[in-house]
């Protein structure tokens, strides 16, 4: 059975950090881009992070600095470290994994994906 599970989400004060995991199962990481991608309320689901076949990663501006993506293939698990979250970093975040037309490269694009997890919330609070 193909499908992206996201766990690690949690409400954390700002300034704090978080560790998301997206476990994969029925997808061979060595073939498929895998991205994060994130969605607050009444906004569009943006491009967070992705990283490449060959482990290539590429991050949107907001975030460069502070979060890390970083995967295990023999866990068939791909991680997300966010470092000094903001309150601006609020929103569900989710895992997409997509055919890769360049072992080297990934996209923040969402139509280069073709399968979603559910998500997980992630709340940087006071």
């Known amino acids: 059975q193909q499908q992206l599970v996201e766990s690690g989400g949690d409400l954390v004060q700002p300034g704090g950090s978080l560790r998301l995991s997206c476990v994969v199962s029925g997808y061979n990481l060595d073939h498929y881009v895998i991205g994060w991608f994130r969605q607050a309320p009444g906004k569009e689901r943006e491009g967070v992070s992705c990283?490449?076949?060959?482990?290539?990663?590429l991050y949107a501006d907001s975030v460069k600095g502070r979060f890390t993506i970083s995967k295990d293939n023999g866990k068939n698990t791909v991680y997300l470290h966010m470092g000094s979250l903001k309150p601006e970093d609020s929103g569900i975040y989710y895992c997409?994994?997509?055919?890769?037309?360049?072992?080297?490269?990934?996209?923040?694009?969402?139509?280069?994906?073709?399968?979603w997890g559910r998500g997980t919330q992630v709340t940087a609070l006071s």
């Open positions: 990283i490449s076949i060959f482990g290539s990663t």
């Open positions: 997409a994994a997509g055919p890769s037309r360049d072992p080297s490269i990934c996209a923040l694009a969402t139509d280069e994906y073709d399968y």
